[in-house]
């Protein structure tokens, strides 16, 4: 299905497509260490070279993570971070001249807390154009579809390479791009994907004229390179979130806060390299 409605997110990978490019997606945990850090990070990532960039929700339950990013949401978590202060700092992060696509990333349980009409209004208020989130499978979509597609706001699955069966309603109400996650299991840093993840990766390709972005486990500058060569975007979540933890104690030191971030910058620039 075309997209008759085109939003940030849309545009960002049709430019990138046409210079060439793959996008550079990293993911972050708001409010990690706190959210004006937070806001900080999100300038630092623009400025390393990341094209797009997925903010997560921190939550309580976090089914699909690895450790590092479940620490991520407990630091968090202690600052009571809410989808609203996602939303204020989405907000607050233009107003220092941040132009790349926002993703949100949440579990459904938040969302439905707030409830979806005032969730949609608030994401359109943000300038949030894209929205994942791992536990809402597409047979309960629906509704959610309907909502985010008129507030212009991209649905993006997630397949699996065990998701075959289901992968061609997947990819029928797919917006945005389709995220491919590498491997099976939680999120975290690996040194070896699924067997036939190449051939995967190509089967989605031909079946949605979508761009297809791969996540989990992508930790080096190596592995970004080779995805970069069969994807039109690349997930770093992991790898990124534990070098915002060992940079925290520089990060909240206000004279060291700027070297925490150089160190962050530091790190996506060699990632993208
Ligand atoms: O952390 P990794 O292994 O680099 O993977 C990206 C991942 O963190 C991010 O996209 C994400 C965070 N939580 C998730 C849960 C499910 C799927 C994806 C995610």
């Known amino acids: 299905m075309s997209v008759i409605t085109s939003n940030l997110l849309d545009e960002t990978f049709v430019r990138l497509q046409e210079e060439g490019k793959t996008a550079f997606i990293p993911f972050i945990t708001v409010g990690d260490p706190d959210p004006a850090t937070t806001v900080d990070i999100i300038v630092a990532l623009e400025q390393a070279g990341a094209d797009i960039v997925e903010l997560g929700v921190p939550y309580s339950d976090p089914l699909a993570d690895g450790p590092v990013i479940q620490r991520a949401s407990e630091r968090a978590l202690v ?75 991209s649905l993006v699955p997630l397949v699996a390479p065990t998701s075959q069966d289901r992968i061609a309603v997947i ?24 067997e036939g993840l190449e051939a995967f990766i190509k089967s989605v390709k031909e079946m949605s004229d979508l761009p297809v972005a791969i996540g989990f486990g992508i930790s080096n500058a190596e592995q970004v390179r080779q995805f970069s060569k069969i994807c039109d975007g690349v997930v770093v979540g992991s790898a990124i979130v534990r070098k915002i933890e060992e940079s925290v104690p520089l990060l909240q030191q206000g004279h060291s806060k700027e070297e925490g971030l150089l160190q962050i910058r530091d790190f996506v620039r060699l990632l993208k390299s």
């Open 171 to 194: 990819l029928s109400k797919a917006r945005g791009f389709i995220y491919c996650v590498s491997s099976l299991g939680v999120t975290g840093e690996r040194a070896t994907f699924h």
């Open 79 to 153: 600052r009571k971070i809410t989808i609203d202060t996602c939303f204020d700092v989405a907000r607050e992060t233009r107003t220092r001249g941040v132009n790349m696509p926002f993703v949100l990333f949440t579990y459904y349980n938040p969302v439905l807390q707030m409830g979806l009409d005032k969730f949609f209004s608030s994401m359109q208020a943000a300038g949030i154009s894209g929205l994942i989130i791992p536990d809402l499978p597409v047979e309960e979509s629906g509704e959610v579809l309907a909502l985010a597609d008129a507030a212009n706001v």
